[in-house]
């Protein structure tokens, strides 16, 4: 009997695929199935494990297609560069037992092995005031009701993703937060956090990288913060953006008045001690040098993520491309 199916998308089979399969096929239980999703199968084969090419279209899409295809009650959405703790499925069993939950979700903690930038990267995420949700990007705080998580480590029940018609597939990045929306409208039931339900989930090498992923987010927040108020529309998403016009009009403004440029100089030093508050924290789950080398990711986070926040606030019609 098939309780659980992992649904990974994927451009095609690589390594970290074989990385992501070998490590859920070390789960020692036999109610699960994995189900990739590549643009086109090739000869790579795993126990319990099925190819189904899509061609080219896009993650949400690829997620959907287990309406049809998967036989667990339970879907497991996981990225193609990320593996779930062992214990995972022991915890979903307790969690799905109540009846009121119908998605539950946990954090996508960076792996020992990844590189110091791509542990720079992760630890981007690792502050109240960097990244907003430290509680997605390591196990902290105590269970919850949510109304939004990532689809890198969100399981939910068949019947309800049937439902809500599975994955919006205008959107992506910005899909998981359509789906969260959509399940809690629907008024089938809530959306659980438990910190115990962990995969550990590769970053993004150099700064480039991490930057065209957080672009990504920021412009589709901004213009959920628009289209989607219900769970986007809140203030900590604005702040970069406040920061980004802080950054230019007080610039400008400290040219033409001596009074503006004392405000601006008192604006940085605030900012300095933010960027203290964002070390001390980081530094509880990483190495220091990782912590203060993510200071110069955080500075740049902070500006490309308002800029393309604005972007979003100003998109008429969000058009998603394909990774």
């Known amino acids: 009997m098939i309780k659980y199916s992992f ?121 109240s005031f960097s990244g907003g949700f430290p509680e997605r990007y390591i196990s902290v705080g105590e269970k919850k009701f949510v109304d939004d998580w990532p689809s890198v480590n969100f399981s939910i029940r068949k019947n309800i993703f049937i439902e809500v018609g599975g994955f919006n597939c205008k959107f992506w990045p910005g899909e998981d937060t359509k789906l969260c929306l959509d399940v809690l409208e629907s008024g089938s039931g809530k959306i659980w956090y438990d910190p115990d339900l962990i995969v550990y989930h590769h970053r993004r090498e150099g700064l480039l990288k991490h930057l065209k992923q957080i672009g990504g987010y920021g412009l589709h927040r901004g213009y959920f913060a628009r289209v989607f108020p219900e769970t986007s529309l809140k203030f900590k998403y604005f702040l970069p953006t406040l920061f980004l016009l802080f950054v230019v009009v007080g610039l400008v403004g400290s040219f033409l008045s001596t009074i503006i440029l004392k405000l601006y100089l008192l604006g940085w030093f605030v900012y300095f001690l933010v960027l203290i508050k964002i070390l001390f924290d980081t530094s509880k789950y990483v190495k220091m040098s990782v912590a203060l080398a993510a200071l110069y990711y955080v500075f740049f986070t902070h500006l490309y993520y308002g800029l393309r926040f604005i972007q979003g606030l100003a998109t008429k019609e969000l058009k998603s491309q394909l990774r």
Not at 9 to 21: A, C, D, G, L, R
Not at 27 to 50: A, G, H, L
């Open 7 to 127: 649904i990974i998308p994927v451009k095609e089979i690589n390594n970290y695929i074989w990385e992501t399969v070998s490590k859920i096929l070390q789960i020692e239980r036999q109610d699960f199935e994995i189900i990739i999703y590549p643009d086109v199968c090739n000869s790579d084969s795993w126990e319990k494990t099925k190819q189904i090419a899509t061609g080219h279209i896009g993650p949400a899409e690829k997620r959907t297609l287990a309406i049809k295809d998967a036989v667990g009650e339970i879907l497991i959405f996981i990225d193609d560069d990320a593996y779930p703790e062992q214990n995972f499925l022991d915890i979903l069993d307790k969690d799905f037992t109540n009846e009121e939950l119908v998605a539950v979700g946990g954090p996508a903690i960076t792996p020992d092995n990844d590189s110091f930038w791509q542990k720079v990267s992760g630890a981007v995420f690792l502050s």
